[in-house]
């Protein structure tokens, strides 16, 4: 068949074969499908969508396009967690050595941030030396030696999701469920892991906003592991309000070495545990989610996390002085209060707001090749459901940039929506497939 033709047939709304759907694929990873035709295929998906079995081709298709790591030889089951993304999110920072500290080899391949949710690569790069760009080799020997491991894709690993991502970025097709659900899949299954917890986010501050969607992607996540013989649970959590209280990469790495370190953030600490519990509880060292969390909250507790981290930073060149002095860390040029005009409730926080101001300070990037300054971002001082009287601060904000502090300051004041009475707190973990 020619491109034109399985154009043509999911244009009209037919179900594509494996062949169909390799044979465009492998093209295009090869040359011989110019961007122009993937494009077209790429929106006739958006549009028509895949059932479940074309879904499932186009996960191995893209899996097999590149390097599927074997961590057979190292001991152990070994699980992963990803999350759809968000503002504030910096669970895996904190969750992977508490996971291997319980014993739980966790080898993790993280992307970066776009658009308003951040990425857990940027954060690890804001430590001084960290390198994310570890060889499969290296990546091996650092899981062997410490029990975890957090790098970036590299370009052996599913080598088709990188140039389709990259094309579906600019052509208005991300938004599409079996091709985020391939996307996602592909580099999870290829890193080598046994089993894998999934956090879906829904609300404002997430990728997918509404929780039906989020619920056909977590359903879709879920059952392509479970084809692939992976043992999978899935969540489906709370992104209506940013994660904890940092948003911006350093930022995020220090209230993660706080809560390492004993410091109880509620939202964070909350869902970091459950994530964490099923993660022990997959690696098989708990026989449930609650004894994985007791087992969890006890390694927070003896040290044993936050050593575990430090090892990590180590081992993959970051300056540990940093983390053991969190101070030490050069301050950005601007520290701006914005406070409350009325006294009340917090109602509301809106994380997409809270996400975009913190793009405009440095701390994402709109483009892919945009530099970031890791010291950018905001620290709520409220979170919702918190009592605020007029003339206290809400958050404080972090930049280098002159010419951003006006319109950071409107709009982060407006993302605060205070009210005479008091909110009912939101509920963070939503749903749980298993
Ligand atoms: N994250 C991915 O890795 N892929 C997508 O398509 C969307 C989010």
């Known amino acids: 068949m020619l491109p034109v033709e399985i154009i043509r047939k999911k244009r009209d709304g037919k179900k594509l074969t494996k062949d169909e759907i ?55 089951i070994k699980v992963d967690k990803h999350s759809t993304g968000g503002v504030g999110d910096k ?11 319980a014993g739980v080899p966790v080898p993790m391949i993280s992307g970066r941030g776009l658009g308003h949710t951040g990425g857990t690569l940027d954060k690890l790069e804001s430590i001084p030396g960290f390198k994310t760009n570890l060889s499969i080799e290296e990546y091996k020997k650092v899981i062997s030696e410490i029990g975890v491991v957090m790098i970036g894709q590299t370009s052996e690993i599913a080598p088709a999701d990188k140039k389709i991502y990259a094309l579906r970025d600019v052509t208005a097709t991300v938004e599409s469920i079996p091709l985020i659900s391939a996307s996602i899949m592909s580099k999870k299954l290829a890193e080598g892991i046994d089993a894998l917890v999934l956090d879906v986010k829904t609300g404002q501050g997430a990728f997918m906003s509404e929780y039906e969607k989020s619920l056909q992607l977590a359903q879709t996540l879920f059952t392509i592991g479970k084809n692939f013989g992976k043992k999978v ?18 930022l995020e790495v220090v209230e993660s070495v706080q809560c390492l370190r ?48 430090i090892k990590l930073v180590e081992k993959q060149g970051g300056d540990v002085s940093y983390i053991e002095n969190l101070e030490k860390y050069p301050l950005p040029k601007h520290s701006i209060e914005v406070k409350s005009i009325f006294d009340g409730y917090v109602y509301e926080i809106d994380a997409l707001e809270v996400g975009i101001v913190s793009v405009m300070l440095g701390a994402g990037r709109t483009k892919v090749d945009d530099v970031i300054d890791p010291k950018a971002g905001i620290v709520l001082r409220k979170k919702v459901g918190d009592k605020v009287e007029a003339g206290e601060p809400l958050a404080i904000f972090y930049t280098d940039k002159d010419d951003v502090i006006k319109i950071a300051k409107e709009r982060l004041s407006k993302a605060f929506k205070i009210k005479p009475e008091k909110p009912e707190l939101p509920k963070l973990i939503k749903t749980i497939i298993d």
């Open 233 to 250: 649970i899935a969540f489906i959590t709370d992104m209506n309000q940013p994660l904890g209280y940092a948003v911006g990469n350093w």
């Open 91 to 101: 669970v895996s920072l904190i969750l992977a050595p508490i996971v291997a500290s």
């Open 262 to 309: 004993g410091l109880n953030v509620p939202d964070l600490m909350h869902l970091t545990y459950v994530l964490a519990g099923a993660m022990i509880m997959l690696g098989g060292k708990a026989n449930s989610i609650e004894e994985g969390m007791k087992i969890a909250q006890k390694v927070v507790l003896s040290g044993e996390a936050y050593e575990k981290f």
């Open 22 to 76: 390799s044979l465009f694929i492998n093209g295009y990873l090869n040359g011989t499908i110019p961007d122009y035709q993937m494009s077209a295929f790429l929106m006739a998906i958006y549009f028509q969508g895949m059932d479940f079995e074309e879904t499932i081709c186009l996960t191995e298709i893209m899996l097999n396009s590149g390097h599927v790591v074997d961590l057979s030889d190292i001991s152990g």
